[in-house]
């Protein structure tokens, strides 16, 4: 409930790229907190903590990303105040690429929004028309990882926190921005726990099967090699390691092959793909490493030495600190379950 006994004022953004199942997910938990928190004992007796509505630019019917209809309560001309704007995932392109400038009244009705008080908040791809605001400059925030690349060169004043799931951030913390797809679990949860309490939020976890990724995002990310770069010997050495990853001492033979100075080499292999050589290589060990944990049922120690690591212990190190789990627990999370019939 608001500081004045109301119910919490939230306003889900729909655009013609919306994404339907973020919208009315989002709606629909808003909505039923109240009933959940007073069933699971978290409150006496049932609430309305939130007045959740969906607005657009025009009231009524618009097609979302998928072709699916959404119904827009208001438009945003008639909402003058709101406590929370939520700006759910948003259809992009498969390259993460994002067009702006389209939806100009909405950016302009969001910044209105937060100079007024209202907290702002983005799910996923949604982050993108959060940033046109200019609202999240200096601030740190997070995306969808499959944007990174092109939210740093559109955005370089956001302080991009790419592993994190969830962010909270600017003056009085009215800066919320949650990662990709689901993480608008976090996003609802989150609120709920700020304006409601934990109890509420752990109810309505519990209730939905909602989850907290308190491991973040980059276990998730899948690390995606540059090859567009134009440097031909980098290109090579990239395309050697591709198949050699695990040779002993892999950047002094790319060195070698390359027929550059070691210190030529290392620069313009970090120009060429934003990582230095040893990191690259790293990134792709662990990339082999994580569909050998998906797809086999080897052994963690001979998963180490397939990609290159004769010592397991500082292959597991290395995994926790690029993926933010061990290799076991990544393990649990993404192989497949036995599926009768699969």
């Not at 657009?56 to 406590?83: K, M, N, P, R, Y």
């Amino acid at each position: 409930m608001g500081d004045n006994g109301r119910p919490i004022r939230i306003s889900v953004v729909a655009t013609p790229d919306a994404m339907v199942s973020p919208v009315s997910g989002l709606f629909e938990v808003f909505k039923s907190v109240g009933a959940i928190a007073a069933a699971a004992g978290a409150r006496p007796e049932p609430f309305e903590p939130f007045a959740p509505q969906i607005v657009a630019e025009d009231s009524g019917e618009l097609e979302g990303a998928s072709g699916l209809s959404i119904v827009a309560h208001h438009g945003i001309d008639e909402v003058t105040e709101t406590d929370v704007v939520v700006i759910p995932s948003m259809a992009i392109g498969d390259d993460g690429n994002w067009v702006p400038g389209r939806f100009p009244r909405v950016v302009d009705w969001i910044r209105a929004m937060h100079e007024g008080g209202a907290t702002i908040c983005s799910a996923c791809s949604g982050g993108m028309l959060a940033a046109e605001t200019g609202l999240l400059d200096g601030h740190e925030a997070t995306i969808h990882w499959l944007s990174e690349e092109h939210f740093r060169r559109r955005h370089p004043d956001v302080v991009l926190r790419i592993d994190e799931a969830l962010v909270v951030s600017g003056e009085g913390g009215r800066l919320v921005t949650s990662g990709a797809s689901t993480a608008w679990h976090d996003l609802v949860l989150y609120l709920v726990a700020r304006y409601v309490g934990p109890a509420s939020a752990q109810a309505v976890a519990r209730y939905q099967l909602l989850q907290w990724h308190r491991d973040g995002q980059a276990a998730f990310q899948v690390f995606s090699a540059p090859t567009g770069h134009g440097d031909a010997a980098v290109l090579a050495a990239q395309r050697w390691l591709g198949e050699h990853h695990a040779v002993a001492s892999p950047v002094d033979e790319m060195v070698r092959r390359s027929g550059l100075p070691a210190s030529t080499f290392k620069r313009r292999f970090k120009a060429a793909t934003g990582q230095t050589a040893i990191g690259y290589v790293q990134r792709v060990r662990v990339e082999e490493a994580k569909r050998l944990l998906e797809a086999s049922g080897d052994s963690v120690e001979a998963i180490s030495y397939q990609v290159g690591y004769e010592d397991a212990a500082s292959f597991r190190r290395l995994f926790k600190r690029l993926t933010g789990m061990p290799p076991g627990g990544y393990r649990r999370k993404f192989r497949l379950p036995d599926l009768p019939g699969v």
